[in-house]
């Protein structure tokens, strides 16, 4: 009872106290509760970026106190946790073999503090990408197609692929010519050695480092190395302006050429001075005639050049500067508007030209390749012209000057037409499979590419010159029993095209080597070349077999721990093996075997890893 009381009284003596205190001597601050969530961001990866393996997930976390912890989450399923955030960054490690392949998955986290406030981020997109399937992307830049080529050609391939490029494989007319491995993806292509005057397909195939490949277009070239036996001269003329025009400030000078071979230049001159030379189409020249003599007459003379050097000096022209007119001084507008400029016409076509003036249209002047062919002085103002009067399968240059009733004149823009009355383009193809040099057996598929500017008729295809068959609609396709034909010699595949207008072109024979009956004594060679032996593997381990034989692989079969598993009759060989289910610290043997068409099999050697999931 007595220490009873002696407490309560120590009790109210330190109450008393403190209150004296509070009231007094020292104001009480009541503390305030922390309400501030952190704040967190993924740091690596980056949004939207592949990503394959184990992958370090980084998190900057920061809070105004301290942050207890972070977790993670993978496609909203919470895979982990850190709390130890050395330098505000917390990890976790993401095992992507483990997820959907070529699929992208969502990343989230939630930071929380010391009194559990909690902060979300918003998820970012990495796709799992542990298995190099992209093919690369590739084109040919050089030559292009339809070029007149000689002596040494640089084959260009531009390529590129996600991982890299193991090589780069060209091909002439289906005739392997070599490889390069390296940048610049450069092939030089000896044209001396080859046929001149014919027409040759190129084309390229680009293989990446996972043996993923592209077959680039092919492009079609003239190999011409008989230049010096050319004696042609280019043709041509002065489109544009026409002879006796009164011009003034910049004048286009516009000039059609053409060669039996190739153009080489086209050469410009001013009253018996060079100006300049155009090395391609459109040869044209935009002339300041401000730089000339006033109301004087000047000469416009052109050279044409062909690449054999033969030269064509061309009609020359004259006309009148007059950069300072009197009166009246603004010309008509003049427009063609029919037809339109590209336009590939035939027939009887009606040149149609819009003009009007300040004070009135006189007349209207057509010319065609720089030659006066007709008037019209009444709105609308046409011309008919009958195309079959020019040169067929080439560009035509049409012009047409107004003039006023003050004598002012102005030359419309020109536009280029091309004439095509008559189709006497020939066709063009090749054969796609098989491949020169190649040796077959069985039916195989005999695969035919066939073109024209306006239609294919028929392809006739024959073999050791025996035509066997008349392929009349795409997709062009002969299967070839080489059964029926002599074993163990060449034979020869020829194609012909025609089309619809009964042009002809013969396609480029290939010599194929028929083999049904194989002597195969030689069995297939076979290594396993993943994992590695004394590898530690886990997640999905692709079990990759390399197997070749000189006549070919049938199958290879994979083992595990002497058990079958699978199969694979395809390269690469590979069999997916979940290691997921199985004990970590365990070891197994990896064995497999190679199975040529001749059914010789041939043992690999085993290999042991070891499991750690």
Not at 52 to 72: K, L, M, P, Y
Not at 538 to 564: C, H, N, P, R
Request: proline share 7%.
């Amino acid at each position: 009872m007595f220490q009873k009381i002696k407490l309560n009284s120590l009790v109210g003596f330190i109450v008393i106290t403190a209150l004296s205190l509070s009231c007094d001597d020292m104001p009480l601050e009541i503390p305030v509760a922390d309400t501030t969530p952190p704040q967190a961001v993924i740091i690596f990866p980056i949004d939207g970026e592949p990503v394959s393996g184990d992958i370090r997930i980084q998190v900057r976390a920061t809070d105004n106190e301290s942050v207890d912890s972070v977790r993670f989450f993978i496609n909203q399923t919470w895979v982990g946790s850190d709390s130890t955030g050395e330098d505000d960054i917390f990890e976790f490690i993401w095992k992507t073999n483990n997820f959907v392949e070529d699929d992208f998955h969502f990343l989230a986290i939630v930071a929380y503090d010391k009194k559990g406030n909690e902060f979300a981020s918003f998820p970012i997109r990495s796709k799992a990408d542990n298995h190099d399937n992209e093919p690369p992307s590739a084109f040919i830049i050089n030559p292009f197609s339809g070029q007149f080529v000689n002596g040494i050609v640089e084959i260009t391939v531009e390529a590129s692929d996600n991982d890299s490029i193991q090589y780069v494989s060209y091909f002439v007319n289906n005739i392997l010519q070599g490889y390069v491995i390296e940048e610049p993806y450069i092939f030089l292509w000896n044209t001396v050695i080859v046929p001149d005057d014919q027409y040759y397909s190129i084309y390229a195939i680009v293989k990446d480092i996972s043996n993923n490949t592209t077959t680039i277009p092919p492009v079609s070239v003239i190999v011409d190395n008989d230049v010096q036996s050319d004696v042609t001269p280019p043709t041509g003329s002065i489109t544009s302006p026409p002879a006796g025009l009164t011009v003034s400030g910049d004048v286009s000078i516009i000039v059609s050429a053409s060669d039996n071979r190739a153009m080489s230049e086209v050469a410009f001159s001013i009253d018996g001075n060079y100006i300049t030379t155009a090395t391609s189409p459109p040869y044209a020249y935009i002339w300041d005639t401000t730089q000339e003599t006033e109301d004087t007459e000047h000469t416009v003379s052109v050279l044409l050049v062909d690449l054999a050097g033969n030269e064509n000096p061309l009609n020359p022209i004259s006309v009148y500067v007059d950069n300072d007119p009197q009166g009246d001084t603004t010309p008509p507008i003049v427009i063609i508007t029919e037809p339109a400029s590209g336009q590939s016409l035939t027939g009887t076509v009606a040149i149609e030209v819009y003009s009007e003036d300040n004070t009135g249209v006189e007349f209207i002047d057509f010319y065609i390749n720089g030659e006066p062919v007709g008037t019209d002085n009444t709105s609308p103002y046409q011309y008919e012209w009958d195309t079959e009067t020019v040169v067929d399968d080439m560009e035509h240059i049409l012009a047409a000057v107004g003039y006023d009733i003050d004598g002012n004149s102005s030359l419309g823009t020109p536009i280029a037409v091309y004439v095509d009355n008559f189709d006497n383009n020939p066709p063009w193809g090749q054969i796609q499979n098989p491949v020169a040099g190649q040796t077959v057996n069985g039916t195989i598929t005999v695969e035919i590419s066939a073109n024209d500017d306006v239609a294919v008729s028929s392809v006739q295809l024959s073999i050791d010159g025996i035509p066997q068959d008349t392929l009349e609609t795409y997709p062009y396709t002969y299967e070839w029993d080489t059964t029926e034909e002599t074993e163990d010699e060449d034979h020869v595949i020829s194609i012909v095209i025609s089309d619809s207008s009964a042009n002809i072109t013969y396609g480029q024979p290939i010599s194929i080597y028929v083999n049904n009956t194989t002597d195969d004594t030689t069995p297939p060679v076979i290594t396993i070349s993943n994992p590695l032996s004394g590898q530690t593997v886990s997640g999905i381990v692709s079990f990759t077999a390399l197997a070749e034989d000189d006549f070919g692989v049938l199958e290879v079969e994979f083992y595990i721990d002497g058990e079958s598993v699978g199969t694979d009759s395809t390269s690469p060989y590979q069999y997916e093996w979940d290691t997921v289910t199985l004990t970590n610290g365990t070891q197994h043997t990896l064995s497999s075997t190679a199975t040529d068409l001749a059914n010789h099999t041939t043992f690999a050697q085993p290999i042991l890893v070891t499991i750690s999931n």
